[in-house]
């Protein structure tokens, strides 16, 4: 009886995990959007509702505690715990990337874009694509589905180095362009980033699954 309580309490968190992804995942999904569309009103939305991503964190946090406190988890138990505490991280930066990325559609949605947003909508794709598949391999605690989610993250390298490029060589082209440009070289890195964060998280599935630490950042 103890234990499956304590493993329901287990799937609860589990739940809540998957959650705080997909809010985190659609935060990044919305902020792109206000971007390209111009939307600043949609970019208020994601800046005001981190707070959502916050309050999950924190909940999750409150479980992970009681659960070690009060249903004595056995070794693997606590590595499952431990994992969701450090996944959650991942995620919360994921959301607060999102919200740097509305901020900036705060400061450019009146101006005339210098080019047709692209490769940028492309990162997102993929970024968001790679959150919900690790967030089933999470739940599936599925170690090689991890590292083929990880594989995707190179895709965003290479966009990312493909935008830095085509932006430079406009801003010495046109000095006029700076400004703007180095907003989206912004956006870009943050997506860059988020990918790095998802590639975070498959390192712990792959921990969680199989007890070896990996580092898939290379």
């Known amino acids: 009886m103890v234990r499956t309580v304590f493993n329901e309490s287990l799937n609860e968190m589990h739940n809540d995990v998957a959650n705080m992804g997909n809010v985190a995942k659609q935060h990044i999904y919305e902020s792109i959007k206000s971007l390209v569309n111009k939307d600043i009103n949609l970019a208020e939305k994601v800046i005001k509702n981190d707070d959502v991503v916050d309050n999950i964190e924190k909940e999750i946090e409150d479980k992970a505690i009681k659960l070690i406190a009060t249903q004595?988890?056995?070794?693997?138990?606590?590595?499952?715990?431990?994992?969701?505490?450090?996944?959650?991280?991942?995620?919360?930066?994921?959301?607060?990337?999102?919200?740097?990325?509305a901020k900036i559609t705060k400061k450019l949605y009146k101006e005339q874009y210098m080019k047709q947003l692209i490769d940028i909508p492309r990162m997102s794709n993929i970024v968001e694509s790679m959150i919900s598949d690790s967030l089933q391999a999470y739940i599936d605690k599925d170690a090689v589905k991890a590292y083929e989610i990880c594989k995707r993250d190179d895709e965003i390298d290479s966009l990312y180095k493909q935008i830095f490029s085509e932006l430079l060589i406009m801003m010495m082209e046109n000095p006029k362009l700076i400004t703007q440009a180095s907003q989206f070289l912004f956006i870009s890195k943050y997506l860059e980033r988020a990918g790095d964060h998802v590639t975070n998280i498959c390192e712990w599935i792959i921990y969680l699954s199989t007890g070896e630490l990996v580092d898939l950042n290379e």
Not at 77 to 95: G, S, V
């Open 72 to 101: 004595q988890p056995l070794a693997y138990d606590l590595r499952d715990i431990f994992t969701a505490t450090k996944i959650i991280t991942d995620l919360e930066r994921i959301a607060d990337l999102a919200v740097d990325i």
